[in-house]
T-cell receptor, first 113, second 111 residues
Framework: KNQVEQSPQSLIILEGKNCTLQ??????????LRWYKQDTGRGPVSLTIMTFSENTKSNGRYTATLDADTKQSSLHITASQLSDSASYIC????????????FGRGTSLIVHP | NAGVMQNPRHLVRRRGQEARLRCSPMKGHSHVYWYRQLPEEGLKFMVY????????ESGMPKERFSAEFPKEGPSILRIQQVVRGDSAAYFC?????????FGPGTRLTVT
């Protein structure tokens, strides 16, 4: 069964600090992995997308890494801002004809001033 | 280029009524996905449609739920005879390739 596990479930940090969110998956065969940011009451917004051959992708202060061998990904947020408070969702899509992605439950990040 | 539009944003229905949720994909996108998000849960796939075709509805409950994406107009997710357990946020996403763009969601509350 395809699964995506994220940790921690929630995280509280001070403004300006860095943090790293984790994602482990069992989806196979693998096509791509995406990180989304979901603000409260809004739809998810894509931050990064990585395919099998990519092991790092940056989008401003967000840097995602991917280890396809260990089936792990991380999202690193640098110099956090109050607006980073949101849920961060890891989504893994299979290849080989199936297009149905598997979503993690998300990590809830709260950035305090 | 407007993003994915969903309406209504909030919908309140009494048990037994019908709920109709609408999704207008981004211009040029012919693929629509519907997802449901329960409180404290991840998004769960419901159905994947292309114009006038249901490609995969493996995530849809067998009864009361249906979806369509007509040649003209928005995609519709229809829930008949709603029950309290249907209360959730329903998101649609559209794509032209493997990148999906999400709408703001419709929050359904069944009283």
């Amino acid at each position: 069964k395809n699964q995506v596990e994220q940790s921690p479930q929630s995280l509280i940090i001070l403004e300006g600090k860095n943090c790293t969110l984790q994602c482990n998956y069992t989806v196979s065969p693998f096509s791509n992995l995406r990180w989304y940011k979901q603000d409260t009451g809004r739809g998810p917004v894509s931050l990064t997308i990585m395919t099998f051959s990519e092991n790092t992708k940056s989008n401003g202060r967000y840097t995602a890494t991917l280890d396809a061998d260990t089936k792990q990904s991380s999202l690193h947020i640098t110099a956090s801002q109050l607006s980073d408070s949101a849920s961060y969702i890891c989504v893994v899509s299979p290849s080989g004809g199936s297009y149905i992605p598997t979503f993690g439950r998300g990590t809830s990040l709260i950035v305090h001033p | 280029n407007a993003g994915v539009m969903q309406n209504p944003r909030h919908l309140v229905r009494r048990r037994g009524q019908e709920a109709r949720l609408r999704c207008s994909p981004m211009k040029g996108h012919s693929h629509v996905y519907w997802y449901r998000q329960l409180p404290e849960e991840g998004l769960k796939f419901m159905v994947y449609l292309q114009k006038e075709n249901i490609i995969d509805e493996s995530g849809m409950p067998k009864e009361r739920f249906s979806a369509e994406f007509p040649k003209e107009g928005p995609s519709i997710l229809r829930i008949q005879q709603v029950v309290r357990g249907d209360s959730a946020a329903y998101f649609c996403a559209s794509s032209s390739d493997y990148e999906q763009y999400f709408g703001p969601g419709t929050r359904l509350t069944v009283t």
